[in-house]
């Protein structure tokens, strides 16, 4: 390495780390959002599975929260720390695959910017964990293409066993490898050699915790997610939404990079047979899939997690690979050159505004429903009221709302959620001491009281109305309804609507 290539490579991992050091402070300042209070539950009874999703984001939730204890920090900071490995992937990968340390720094620093990686590990779903086994996927199958030894295939194997253990979207990567085994004459070898099976293999026997836990519940979890591909009506506005939020996801600028990389790969403007395809095929598969899959239904932007070490792989492409003429490489330029600052004023814009709500003028946007601002104050509220009743149980109507009640109320509270008992089947369910007595419902203000309160209990009594509050926004106000004399179990084990 050369050391012009030494100091590049240098101030990229100086850059990253810097980002890194910025989304931990995020982090820190940030409440939790509803999904994440719920996996953090998760997190405290680990297993092989869960209603919605395999098991990985609880496994990062409990490694993080190890380390630095039940904070907003703690449940972040595996998640973040994982995006230093998934950038050495990416780098090698676009090392392997294009060539030169230029294209593999911009890779990395491209994927880093997106408000993907940078929001997307920060809140974490099981999108986080599936980003980071999709960037060594990449970097494993690079490997197979570098070095032709099979060994690779199990180290293939792992990643997606690992991607699988995230989230079931993962499942794709079978279908695009094939693609590009077939696509490629010099590769199709692999067909007919027991390594890439052996590798398949590899990954079942990693994802074989999930198989195990669905068979033991019904297979409820397979039944919930699959069952999303089920087509009922055709509804294309879905595609409106589509297409922005994925601009704003991957940042504008890298957006249009990314673009341009795909488009010059499938005119073969670039690199190898073998790498274009295999970008190509990484991409186009789940990317496609889920364009369909908006024909029908909503598909949420953080879904694409597993297509954008492909992306940004691809915008380092149009970046400095591909022989633009002099108009597209303007455009090529000016977005690299400002992808970076642009992505990083982004994602300090969105934080702050989540926090304050300041940007808006503190009116109402897209962040107050999901990131937890006012919780922490209005947990303390609730508490009060439920020391001054002398409820023995706080229950809530949503996971949502049990998880952040869980997490923000003083540890050991009993917090559950009495219907949906599906989602908590790994945790055991309090004693019968703490259902008997006085309990504390919370819930949003709603005109009619909820069905389950009216067939549940003899008396119900509201005894609270407290708002949760950004700045002076106030985001919802919850009544808090004291309940007595339960009729009949106040834990409803009704099938999921999955297994009805």
């Not at 953090?40 to 190890?66: C, E, F, N």
């Not at 998640?79 to 695959?97: F, G, H, K, T």
């Not at 589509?242 to 601009?247: A, D, R, S, V």
């Not at 899939?289 to 024909?295: A, N």
Request: aromatic share 12%; proline share 6%.
């Amino acid at each position: 390495m050369s050391p012009q290539d030494a100091r590049l490579v240098r101030n990229t991992a100086l850059t990253i780390s810097a980002l890194v050091v910025l989304r931990l402070v995020a982090a820190a300042l940030t409440p939790l959002t509803f999904d994440e209070a719920y996996y953090w539950m998760w997190s405290k009874h680990l297993a092989g599975g869960y209603y919605d999703h395999p098991p990985m984001v609880a496994v990062v939730i409990r490694l993080g929260t190890l380390i630095a204890g039940d904070s907003e920090f703690g449940v972040r900071l595996v998640s973040i720390l994982l995006a230093l490995p998934m950038s050495w992937a990416v780098y090698r990968s676009a090392a392997i695959l294009f060539g030169g340390e230029r294209i593999a720094t911009t890779a990395a620093i491209l994927l880093n910017v997106t408000m993907m990686a940078s929001v997307g590990t920060i809140i974490v779903t099981p999108d986080a964990p599936l980003l980071v086994a999709a960037s060594f996927v990449m970097f494993f199958l690079a490997k197979v293409l570098e070095t032709g030894r099979g060994a690779w295939w199990l180290a293939v194997g792992a990643a997606v066993g690992a991607a699988l253990l995230s989230k079931y979207t993962a499942m794709f990567f079978g279908p695009a490898i094939l693609i590009w085994l077939v696509v490629v004459p010099k590769l199709r070898r692999w067909l007919l050699s027991p390594w890439p099976y052996l590798g398949g293999f590899a990954a079942l026997a990693i994802f074989a915790p999930v198989i195990l836990w669905n068979a033991d519940h019904h297979w409820v979890s397979f039944i919930k997610q699959l069952g999303r591909a089920r087509i009922e009506g055709f509804r294309p506005a879905f595609i409106a939404e589509l297409i922005p939020t994925q601009i704003a996801f991957a940042t504008p600028l890298v957006w249009l990079l990314g673009a341009m990389g795909l488009y010059a790969l499938l005119r073969r403007n670039s690199g190898a047979l073998a790498a274009r395809a295999l970008i190509s095929a990484t991409f186009w598969t789940i990317a496609l899939y889920f364009v369909w899959h908006s024909l029908h239904a909503r598909v949420e932007a953080n879904w694409f997690a597993p297509v954008y070490p492909a992306f940004a792989i691809a915008a380092a492409v149009a970046a400095h690979v591909v022989p633009w003429d002099a108009r597209r490489k303007r455009l090529a330029d000016f977005c690299l050159r400002w992808a970076a600052p642009s992505g990083v004023l982004m994602f300090v814009a969105l934080i702050v505004q989540a926090n304050t709500g300041v940007l808006s003028g503190y009116r109402r946007d897209a962040t107050v429903r999901s990131v937890g601002v006012g919780w922490r104050e209005l947990a303390s509220e609730i508490e009060a009221v439920r020391a001054r009743t002398g409820a023995t149980c706080v229950l809530a109507p949503d996971y949502g709302t049990t998880g952040w009640l869980a997490f923000y109320l003083p540890k050991g509270t009993c917090v559950l959620q009495p219907t949906q008992r599906i989602r908590w089947v790994n945790m055991p369910e309090p004693g019968p001491a703490q259902l008997s007595g006085r309990l504390l419902y919370v819930d949003e203000l709603r005109p009619v009281t909820p069905r389950y309160l009216d067939e549940t209990f003899s008396h119900i009594e509201r005894v609270a109305e407290l708002p949760r509050k950004r700045g002076p926004l106030t985001i919802e106000t919850y009544g808090l309804d004291l309940l007595d004399g339960a009729k009949r179990d106040v834990l409803d084990h009704s099938p999921p609507p999955e297994l009805e």
